[in-house]
C-alpha cells in the first residue's frame, strides 16, 4: 500500500492546490491511480465535497469513488460550536479516513492539508496531527522572498520530523531562479530539507477574476456581464493627464483600471490597451459613448461606491489570494509543476512505481 500524502504549507495561498494537479496528473500519466481529499474544508460544507476537491476532481478527470469528503469546515458557524463543545479531539471523523485508507492497496491516497501547521487544532486535524494519526509523508509547499524565508521551514522541520518528506519553493523571482537552485537549495539540503522544486512566480497565478473583484468591492456591474470571468494581473490607476497614462498603460498587461467616473479620457485610453476591467470611484455615471466603446471591445465596466484608496487596497489584497478554480489557471499550473519538480526521491519514499 502507498502511504498516503499530505500537502501543506506554512502560510495560506502558497500553492498547495498547484502542487496536487501537477502531482496527480503526472501519476494519472504514469498510471497510478490516486484518492484524493481535502480533510478541513475552507467554506461550510453543504454538499459531499469541497468545492477545491470538486474542482481537482473535475480538472484530473477523477471518478465519484476517487473523491473524499471533508471531515470539517473552518467556516466562523462550525468553529463556533465547535468551540463551544469543548472537544478538540477529531474522533470518529479520523477513524473512518484512516480505515479508508486502509483500504486502498494500490491507490496513492493524496490529501491537501491546512493552510497553516496551527491551522485546524481546534478540530484535531492540523498538518502534524493528520501526518502523524494517518501514518503519512508531508510535502511543504513554501512561498519564498530571501533567505528569511527559511526560518517558517525550520519550525515544521521541527514540528514533522521524518514525516517531511520534502518542500517546493514556490513563487521564486525569475530573475533569482538560476541563483537560488545553485546556492540555496544545497544548504537547505544541508538543513534537512530535501528541496523538490522550485517553481517561479507567476502572475498568472496570482490573478483574479473580473468577477471576484466586483463581488469583494460590491460593485454595480454597468457593462459586459458575461465577460466577469476575465482574468486580472495587474493593476493600475489612471490619476494622471491622459499622455502619460497612455504611455503607461501601453507596459501593462491584463490590467484593473481604476480611475474617476468623471474621467473619460483615461477611461477612453485604457480601452485600448490590455484592459480586462475599469473599475469607476466617485459620484457621477460614465458616458454612454464610454459604454458603448466597451461594449464593443468586451471590457466590464464596474462602478463602486468606495474611495480609491478603498478600492485599490481590496485589489491588491486580492491578488494571490483566491483558489485556483479557473481551467487557464489549473494548466498553467500543471505546466509549471512539470517543468520545475522532480519527484522521483518522494515516489521512492512512497513507494510507488513511478520514475519522474
Partial sequence: MPTPLLIGSSEPFSGKSALVLGLGRLLGREGV??????????????????????????ILGLGEDQLLPSLASLEA?????????????????????RQRIATEAERLVLLEGPGTLSEGLL???SLPQLAQELEAAVVLVHSWRDSRSVEPLLAARNQLGERLAGVVLNGVDPE??????????PALERLGLPVLGVMPRSPLLRSVTVEELGRRLDAKVLCCRERLDLLVETLSIGAMNVNSAMEFFRRRRNMAVVTGADRTDIQLAALEASTQCLILTGVGEPLPQLLSRAEELEVPVLKVDHDTLTTVETIEAAFGHVNLHEPV????????????????????????????
Avoid: M, N, T
Wanted: with cysteine.
Fill in 123 to 125: 478540530y484535531g486535524l
Fill in 176 to 185: 533569482g531562479l538560476a541563483a537560488l537552485r545553485a546556492e540555496v537549495e
Fill in 77 to 97: 458557524g462550525a468553529a463556533q460550536v465547535r468551540l463551544l463543545s469543548g472537544s478538540l479531539d477529531a474522533g470518529a471523523a479520523l477513524d473512518g479516513l
Fill in 33 to 58: 491511480g490516486i484518492v484524493f481529499g481535502k480533510p478541513l474544508a475552507a467554506d461550510a460544507i453543504d454538499g459531499p465535497l469541497d468545492r477545491d476537491v470538486s474542482f481537482v476532481g473535475g
Fill in 329 to 356: 489557471k489549473a494548466g498553467y499550473a500543471i505546466r509549471l509543476v512539470e517543468e520545475h519538480c522532480r519527484f522521483d526521491r518522494l515516489f521512492e519514499r512512497l513507494r510507488l512505481p513511478v520514475r519522474a
